[in-house]
């Protein structure tokens, strides 16, 4: 207690300045004493921050920190899906893949964090937490030292001065001998603790490389498990995509027609196939087909089964015009068009020949370098769309009037320049090219063609165009009479894609409700043969038909008949597009 108080008041003396206060630490010690303050609160930031990076429990086992990783319960819950899903499902292979990967992470993020904790995290710990803490209390301990020396002297002097001696002279006695004793003890035990401090501080300032060396190894251990964890990406993902690629079951509206036929192992694309041979199931005789909008939801759900090749053929055979519909809809939203960019000017090209034989050849000429896979199609819709004029008289669509509703939807081109004026020019060169081209089907692609190439749905063999069709039975009469009530009441949308029409209107050009011409007249055509093959007696007018109003120029173009195909009286063009 005395002791205390003599410090107490020791101190009192020295703040008011009544008192000189001993320091014992040399300049760089003091400075030393200062960095290791700054490296004591670096290193206790540091830690905690980094402790805050982990997301595993700190310092508990590795069984129980992985239990609660969020990778880990991913992982799991990944694993758990995919049991559930099963391994027929592609969504049930991803997880089981990406499960067994996320688990795979989570192990090597457990022994990153227990790496990081053992070879950072503790060392900074008992830096800041230990190491510098003890050195700190030394230091308190060698001021109270210097207090207890200090106040030792200031005694010791006072005792002298209280017995008159001068100050060169020592003062004598039990007492003062007592002083004398307290006072040298007291600056020995001083010097000790100062020895030691100063030893353990320029031990500390040595070890600053070994700090850094910290710093170091958070680097490398990331980096380690960075390279491990990226190398498992690495393997899994061409995994992953190999399952991908090689599932049959792709959507194939909107992706390259190369694609989907390679990965579904066919030669004519489903939608196209389904399509067809469901028309000619129930769609022959159909007012307006490629021309009559569908419901919209019927379109988009039947696109939707189509594109995950699930189809209900019965569901869907009481509205052709939907099926219709998706069939467009799977020509128009291809990447590249059927008739390919590549090809686009040698179309163009020919269907500006002036000579009508040699413009047929130069189709023909275009269509031989097709592609494979686009030639297969090309062939299978025209040969499809040529049975579909065997019914013309019934279905009012003409070789012209088809030409301008899908025509557009097989061939268009890279450059988006005015669109009014590639409705009007281009869309007329383009069906000027896909009228004669249905109209002489079988001279464009000789031979018969099985539609039901899949063998799913039962579609009549396709015939030479050239023989009398007038007595071949409907495919679909009875549906027909089925949907007679329902068709009288059924209001009729007219369109060539109903966007055609409307920059017809746009553009100068009257589209109005005109007589159809029944054997497979001029219907928009520009530059492209118009040969009939068969007459067939003139329909009653009715309201699918499209007239065009042009320019004078092209009203009054006569089209040579064609010289390979019997060929009959063909009308005036004033009557077709006036």
């Known amino acids: 207690m005395k002791k205390q108080f003599n410090r107490m008041r020791q101190l009192a003396n020295q703040t008011v300045g009544r008192a000189e206060k001993t320091e014992v630490l040399s300049e760089d010690l003091l400075q030393a004493e200062k960095r290791l303050e700054l490296v004591k609160q670096v290193s206790h930031s540091t830690h905690k921050k980094l402790a805050a990076c982990l997301q595993g429990q700190q310092n508990v086992e590795v069984d129980k920190k992985s239990k609660k990783l969020p990778l880990a319960t991913l992982a799991q819950c990944m694993l758990e899906g995919a049991a559930l899903l099963g391994d027929e499902s592609m969504l049930g292979k991803m997880l089981k893949l990406c499960g067994e990967t996320q688990e795979k992470l989570s192990q090597e993020l457990i022994l990153f964090e227990v790496t990081i904790e053992r070879d950072v995290m503790d060392p900074l710990y008992d830096l800041s937490e230990v ?49 004398r004793e307290e006072m040298e003890e007291a600056a020995n035990r001083m010097e000790i603790c100062r020895d030691q401090l100063s030893a353990d501080m320029y031990s500390s300032m040595a070890k600053e490389l070994d700090y850094a060396n910290y710093f170091q190894t958070l680097i490398e251990v990331q980096a380690e498990y960075h390279r491990k964890s990226l190398e498992l990406l690495q393997n899994i993902l061409p995994q992953i995509k190999a399952h991908q690629e090689s599932w049959a079951e792709k959507p194939c509206y909107g992706k390259p027609l190369e694609e989907h036929l390679e990965l579904s192992g066919r030669d004519i694309a489903f939608p196209i196939e389904a399509c067809v041979t469901m028309l000619l199931e129930c769609g022959m005789q159909e007012e307006g087909l490629f021309r009559v909008a569908p419901s919209a939801s019927k379109l988009k759900k039947l696109k939707a089964s189509l594109d995950c090749g699930v189809l209900d053929v019965q569901e869907y055979s009481a509205d052709p015009h939907a099926i219709a519909g998706a069939l467009k809809s799977y020509l128009r939203e291809l990447p590249e068009p059927l008739m390919t960019f590549e090809l686009y000017n040698d179309w163009i090209q020919a269907s500006n020949i002036p000579d009508q034989d040699k413009r047929l050849q130069a189709l023909r000429c275009a269509c031989d370098k097709l592609p494979p896979a686009s030639n297969n199609n090309f062939r299978y819709l025209i040969k499809f769309l040529s049975k579909l004029t065997e019914y013309q008289d019934v279905n009012k669509m003409t070789p012209g009037n088809i030409a301008i509703v899908l025509g557009p939807n097989l061939l268009w081109t890279h450059s988006d320049g005015n669109i009014t004026e590639m409705m009007t020019t281009v869309s007329l060169q383009i069906v000027g090219i896909i009228e004669p081209i249905i109209q002489h089907a079988d001279w464009f692609f000789p031979g018969e063609i099985e539609f039901n190439v899949t063998g799913n749905y039962g579609s009549p063999v396709h015939t030479n165009h050239n023989a009398n069709y007038s007595s071949m039975p409907s495919p679909d009469m009875e549906q027909m009479e089925r949907r007679q009530s329902e068709q009288s009441r059924r209001p009729l949308s007219v369109a060539t894609d109903n966007m055609m029409l409307e920059f017809y209107k746009k553009d100068g050009y009257e589209a109005s409700l005109n007589p159809l011409q029944p054997d497979g007249g001029r219907v928009g055509a520009v530059n492209g043969p118009a040969v009939s093959r068969q007459p067939v007696a003139h329909a009653p007018q009715h309201p699918f038909a499209v007239r065009l109003r042009l320019p004078a120029g092209l009203r009054h173009h006569r089209m040579a008949p064609s010289p390979h195909l019997e060929s009959s009286p063909h009308p005036d063009p004033k009557e077709i597009f006036e």
């Open 131 to 179: 190491e510098i803490p003890n050195i700190q209390k030394q230091r308190k301990h060698l001021a109270k030292l210097v207090l207890d020396m200090d106040s030792a002297r200031t005694r010791y002097y006072q005792s002298s001065k209280s017995s008159g001696l001068s100050g060169n002279l020592q003062p004598s006695g039990a007492k003062a001998d007592h002083l």
